[in-house]
Antibody, heavy 126, light 109 residues
Framework: EVQVVESGGGLVQPGRSLRLSCTGS????????MSWFRQAPGKGLELVGF??????????QYAASLRGRFTISRDDSKNIAYLQMSSLKTEDTAVYYC?????????????????WGQGALVTVSS | FMLTQPRSVSESPGKTVTISCTRS????????VQWFQQRPGSSPITLIY?????PSGVPDRFSGSIGSASNSASLTISGLKTEDEAEYYC?????????FGGGTKLTVL
């Protein structure tokens, strides 16, 4: 069974950093892109960014508004994708979802996602 | 560009409902559209990708299409069930990034 599971959420002070992990199982992790989305309380969905699989260069794409503060990486030997968030702001408070991306473009924002995790709540507050 | 969805729709069980997603600029056919369902308190589920394709496990009651005349995508749900009550989001992209519609709350009453 395909599963993606987020971990690492919690309460963090403004200006601090936090790293989320996304562990995949039930599939060959290295064959897939992995993406991060977020949803602020009572709001809609927003793409954070995604990382391509090695065959597509392992490169990343980010939402323009988050580029520079958020970094996505992956460790295929551990079946984990990471979301490193820095200089956090109160408006970054959201549930962060990881999802598997079976199709991505070599460049640009073409992205198909299928399996989603249960989400990790990140609360940025003093 | 923006994707505009109706904020809410309602219909009775067994009926058919269509949710629209209108692209404000640029051709809707240029970049694929995805649709997601999110039940209250749950993670999103991918219903439709590449305008009209369904992942395995998505019932045939769900279908997607695009219409060049209206520059919009549509999600149609037939044979409505109470379990279809949820928020539905469309999503597309361009060279600048990914864009989501604001979501449509479907009430099945």
């Amino acid at each position: 069974e395909v599963q993606v599971v987020e971990s690492g959420g919690g309460l963090v002070q403004p200006g601090r950093s936090l790293r989320l992990s996304c562990t995949g199982s039930g599939f060959t992790f290295g064959d897939y892109g992995m993406s991060w989305f977020r949803q602020a309380p009572g709001k809609g969905l927003e793409l954070v960014g995604f990382i391509r699989n090695t065959a597509y260069g392992g490169t990343t794409q980010y939402a323009a508004s988050l580029r520079g503060r958020f970094t996505i990486s992956r460790d295929d030997s551990k079946n984990i994708a990471y979301l490193q968030m820095s200089s956090l702001k109160t408006e970054d408070t959201a549930v962060y979802y990881c999802s598997r991306a079976p199709r991505v473009g070599f460049s640009g924002y073409y992205l198909i996602v299928d399996h989603w995790g249960q989400g990790a709540l990140v609360t940025v507050s003093s | 560009f923006m994707l505009t969805q109706p904020r809410s729709v309602s219909e009775s069980p067994g009926k058919t409902v269509t949710i629209s997603c209108t692209r404000s600029s640029g051709d809707i056919a240029t970049n694929y559209v995805q649709w997601f369902q999110q039940r209250p308190g749950s993670s999103p589920i991918t219903l439709i990708y590449e305008d009209d394709q369904k992942p395995s496990g998505v019932p045939d009651r769900f279908s997607g299409s695009i219409g060049s005349a209206s520059n919009s995508a549509s999600l149609t749900i037939s044979g409505l069930k109470t379990e279809d009550e949820a928020e539905y989001y469309c999503q597309s992209y361009d060279t600048n990034g990914v864009v989501f519609g604001g979501g449509t709350k479907l009430t099945v009453l």
